[in-house]
């Protein structure tokens, strides 16, 4: 189990202390703490460390404590709540206009898709169409590329995706598309969406009739939605590994705690 961080309240209300004390010792050196983000976090598994030292009591073999996973064995959504990513993807997708959503490297999506549109929609509702889309996500997500790239899905329509790095080791992807970069001829779209539904078990009439719900976006401004998008994969990137490094942080707190006589 991944240890716990607890935050200044919390060890308040654990240890029956006002504030000012708490942060007394934890300048002091009395009290193990952990800088996160500007503000003091205390390991769970330290302060009960502690604890068993403030009563006398042996501390625990630090053989006893889980491991702290390598950077190979976490996936993004180890090292970023969902709640963050979900705010983040939707924050993007209302700032640019367009779908978005973010996957892992086997183009499984984290979290809902924000502002998806009608036409995806009616292909995210099959299990086939579904998968159709999570193979192009996954082919791309194992790219060599490391930049922000404009392609082409198996539906035909276009997006914009960068890969989420930490520590040099890709762990996921953010993509914004669902466009179109002209305005499709009426005819041809109604034989590419029937030819879409028939292979993906979807209603290609119902596909043609959702026409209206991609975007029009120029070359430009796809460019733009490119840029932009590496700039949220890169602030994902450190939040990321900021987490990571926690992680390891309070892992040799806690040991050091344990070992502490």
Known sequence: MTDRLLTTREIQNLLHLDRVTIYRMVKDGELPALRVGGQWRFSAEAIDA?????????????????????????????????????????????????AAFITDLEGEPFVTCSRC?????IIHSRAEGMAACQETWRSIAHEESG????????????????????????????????????????VAFRERALAVGERVGVSGEALSEAR????????????????????????LSSIGYQSYQARQTLARIAELTARSP
């Open 50 to 98: 502690w604890l068993q030292g403030q009563r006398g009591e042996p501390a625990a073999p630090p053989a006893r404590r889980q491991p702290l996973p390598e950077l190979g064995d976490l996936r993004l959504d180890d090292l970023i709540d969902l709640p963050t990513l979900q705010t983040i993807q939707n924050q993007f997708a209302e700032l640019v206009g367009v």
């Open 117 to 121: 549109s009608a036409f995806c929609q």
């Open 147 to 186: 930049d922000a790239a404009i392609h082409v899905c198996h539906a035909g329509n276009q997006y914009a995706s960068a890969p989420i790095s930490v520590a040099g080791r890709r762990l996921g992807l953010v993509i914004a598309g669902q466009f179109l970069d002209a305005a499709p001829d009426p």
């Open 212 to 235: 209206d719900s991609l975007n029009l976006v120029s070359q430009e401004q796809a460019l733009r939605i490119a840029a932009i998008l590496q700039t949220i994969a890169n602030a």
